[in-house]
């Protein structure tokens, strides 16, 4: 293969993880728990953007259980967000990571 069309291919190649990169910040995704008596949405930059619960939940009694209730919702939107992370970068690269054992995910 020509080396000056592969150089130019790892700058498209830049190009675009750059721009999915920059695109993180709008994906959001939101998890829940406790049958949606918690939710917790999050952006592509493992941000977390907001946490809203049921008002039955504010009781000293139920304390403990809200704060597991709190690490699930949080932690499905986290895994959530990171599917579509995936997903916008396939898109976005196309066919360009198509290499066995590489994993464009390390660069967002």
Same mark, same amino acid.
């Given at each position: 293969?020509?080396?000056?069309?592969?150089?130019?291919?790892?700058k498209e190649?830049?190009?675009?993880?750059? #721009?999915?990169?920059?695109?993180?910040?709008?994906?959001?995704?939101?998890?829940?728990?406790?049958?949606?008596?918690?939710?917790?949405?999050v952006n592509?930059?493992?941000?977390?953007?907001?946490?809203?619960?049921?008002?039955?939940?504010?009781?000293?009694?139920?304390?403990?259980?809200?704060?597991?209730?709190?690490?699930?919702?949080?932690?499905?939107?986290?895994? #959530?967000? #990171? #599917?579509?992370?995936?997903?916008?970068?396939?898109?976005s690269t196309?066919?360009?990571?198509?290499?066995?054992?590489?994993?464009?995910?390390?660069?967002?």
């Open positions: 293969m020509d080396m000056f069309k592969m150089l130019g291919q790892m190649v830049q190009k675009k993880l750059k #721009e999915a990169q920059e695109n993180l910040g709008e994906i959001t995704a939101t998890g829940d728990a406790g049958a949606g008596m918690v939710t917790a949405t592509g930059k493992r941000e977390l953007l907001s946490v809203a619960v049921d008002d039955s939940l504010l009781t000293p009694n139920d304390k403990e259980m809200l704060q597991d209730l709190v690490v699930a919702a949080v932690n499905k939107a986290l895994r #959530e967000v #990171e #599917e579509k992370a995936q997903d916008q970068l396939q898109q196309g066919n360009l990571f198509n290499i066995p054992g590489f994993d464009p995910s390390q660069f967002t």
